[in-house]
């Protein structure tokens, strides 16, 4: 068998699976040209590249061709089908994904698929592409598509990115329990995408906000995530027959990124609710075009805060009242600015942000990248981490050794509050690791051991120890992008 086929069948990557039918056509007898461009769909050019690739191997009569007899058993090899599970055992195992999942944020504005839809989205992906060594980015995933489509073909890699903290840790610890290969990482999209994932996907599958602020955000990131100009983004949308120009709107969005509708499945997706569209929504096929990448900068930067249709992050969402606003200067002695936690944070003095449209998550995330001076944060009374005391004291135990917090509520009519976070002055691991949360945690944690020694820890010594606390997929991340379960857990192995 001809090591250029494997090869050329390795370039085209996730592409592969239709060359691999021509592969296995070739194998079984003579076919023209015109027949095997015809009945596989594959481009002819593409066609004969695989013949070339199969130099000596390949025999023709006229017009036809076929793989040569002594070589069919190697090729066929090529082209067996893989390992199947049957439908009703996927679909029982989907059923149990589902019974355990958060149920989804109405800040948020997302709605479940169904379990049939699970399998639909899983056994499509596995049948257009060769997901064999590829890896799928989810651009959000509270429909667990990156469980549905790693429990049928569990040698898929995957990375779901999610600005929900309960669906990261939902489907982390799933994914382990089953073995699954899918990493797990936090994002709000309009402030960025993890290092890490950008530029790493064959595969990109996002469930957006059905606006079309939302789609071009969602879309946008995508296109950021994909390695290779070849990668494909597929994307689930609905609209009502009653409102075409919504549906309008949002397809000019998708042109605005130029990428191109390479399929449209109608009513492929199914929801438990969304009964506005029809408890529907179409699945997209789209790939880039040499000016996808530039768009979507561009796109990123034009963004406007409110993606969703529902909630404090809603394009009807109105603007912080200018009382609350008041408190939290006066309480922090300075004006807000713009939150941020994707880059690190200088400050000489206090700072206060305004966190009113915090979906829940951004609080933490905020005080995890704030500077060792005094933080103000602006947030609804009825927050998740300031309305009672469990959530109080889950936030003081993720920053304690960084911050002291205080908590402020009921101000602005009862409707608002602000957390103080004071500086604690005393050194120690924690705290260096809650400090410079944007390096890599691997570097930052080995420092920090080394110096905590007093220097005697060599290098090695200090890397060895680390190893043994922690996973090495978590230790090549920021500690900022990993999801807040993760870093209790680094955290906690560092004290």
Known sequence: MADSVTSYLAARGVHARPLRAVLGLLTEGWHSLDDLVRTTAVPRRSVQELLTALGEDAENDADSWRVARSGVDGYRALTAPRPDIPDAELAAAYEVYLTGVPAPSRALDHVQADAATMLRRARWLDQTYDLAGARLLCVGDHDLTALAVCTLRPELSATVVDVDERLLEYVDRTAAARGLDIQCRYADFRFGLPPSTVGTADLVFTDPPYTPEGMRLFLARAIESLRDPDGRAIVAYGYSDRTPALGLKVQQEIQRLGLVFEAVLPAFNRYHGAQAVGSASDLYVLQQTSRSSRLAESAVRELV???????????????????????????????????????????????????????????????????????????????????????????????????????????????????????????????????????????????????????????????????????????????????????????????
Do not use: M
């Not at 509520?409 to 602000?418: D, E, K, Q």
């Not at 080995?446 to 007093?454: H, K, P, Q, V």
């Open 305 to 495: 805060s409110g993606i969703y249709t529902h909630g404090p992050q809603s394009i009807e969402a109105g603007g912080t009242p200018p009382a609350a606003l008041a408190e939290l200067t006066r309480l922090t002695g300075v004006a807000p600015t713009v939150p941020s936690w994707t880059d690190p944070v200088r400050a000489n003095g206090p700072v206060a942000y305004d966190l009113t449209a915090d979906p829940g998550s951004w609080l933490a995330r905020v005080l995890l990248a704030g500077p060792l001076e005094t933080v103000g944060a602006l947030v609804a009374n009825n927050h998740p981490s300031v309305a009672d005391q469990r959530g109080q004291e889950a936030l003081s135990t993720l920053l304690h050794g960084k911050y002291t917090l205080t908590y402020h509520r009921s101000l602005a009519a009862g409707r608002h509050a602000v957390v103080l976070a004071t500086p604690v002055p005393t050194d120690s691991i924690r705290r260096t690791l809650l400090s410079r949360t944007h390096g890599k945690l691997s570097n930052i944690w080995r420092e920090a051991l080394i110096a905590d020694s007093g220097g005697t820890l060599t290098k090695r010594e200090a890397r060895d120890q680390i190893t043994a606390l922690a996973p090495p997929e978590d230790l090549d991340e920021r500690l900022i992008d990993l999801p807040l379960h993760r870093i209790h857990a680094v955290l906690a192995a560092a004290e």
